[in-house]
């Protein structure tokens, strides 16, 4: 039968090829050498008795004596010992368009082996890189910070406060205290932050607000210098 032989005249009985990992192609095999390594194994040689597992990134899809099969295009396997060039997918953080694994692009993650699309992160988030595999990666925006160590969620920075990239560490407060904020949520820079009204600064590279002066005013908060009065 199948994955035996017997090379030799008499009533004995067919010999068994040497390990699990091989087979014969056809009944009535008369030598050892019709012992070949069955589909997901190989071996070095023809004439090596012992057949190894396809390793990952190839595949064998008959019993033959043959070299496993590289995956095409970036892909690989999941495992050892594939047999079917449909069992070659992307790994996690990569994404197919017509059997091509590219990386997720920035924004976006996939957390598994497969051919899936790759998801876009959640509101508020972003990926620092390409090629990102776990939802933990998309982290706040520029603008946001998380609203506590266990939260997913990024909200926007308070007023009087900026963050300028990504991250999930905390907003960071305007300088000069209470004489500073910004004019919205959200801010990204430190410029954002400029003199409550009633105070300037003398120059917009200044981190001081300054009181006006008897005999000005300044009604809004901005980087504008106080106004004398009419």
Known sequence: PIGTFKDRLGNEACTACDTATQTTLHDASTQQEDCVCQ???????????????????FYKTTASHEPCTDCPNNQTTEGRQST??????CVAGEYEV???????????????FG??????????TFTE??????????VCNAGFSKLGNASAVCAQCAIATYKP???????????????????AQGAI????????????NESVLSEEC??????????????AQCTACA
């Not at 589909?39 to 990134?57: H, I, P, Q, R, T």
């Not at 051919?115 to 508020?124: D, F, G, L, R, V």
Request: glycine share 10%; hydrophobic share 30%; proline share 3%.
């Open 39 to 57: 589909a997901g194994f190989y071996n070095d040689s023809a004439l090596a008795s012992v057949c190894e597992a396809c390793e990952v990134g």
């Open 84 to 89: 079917d060039v449909e069992q070659c997918s």
């Open 98 to 112: 017509e059997e091509v694994c590219y990386a997720c692009i920035r924004g976006t993650y996939k957390p598994a």
């Open 115 to 124: 051919n899936a699309s790759c998801t876009t992160c959640p509101e508020n």
């Open 129 to 138: 890189e390409d090629g990102r595999t776990l939802v933990d990666e998309c």
């Open 165 to 183: 990239g990504l991250g999930n560490e905390e907003c960071t407060g305007c300088p000069d205290g209470d004489r500073h904020t910004t004019l």
């Open 189 to 200: 820079a430190q410029e954002e932050c400029v003199c409550e009204a009633g105070f300037f």
């Open 210 to 223: 300054t009181a006006c002066a008897v005999g000005t005013f300044k009604a809004e908060a901005s980087h």
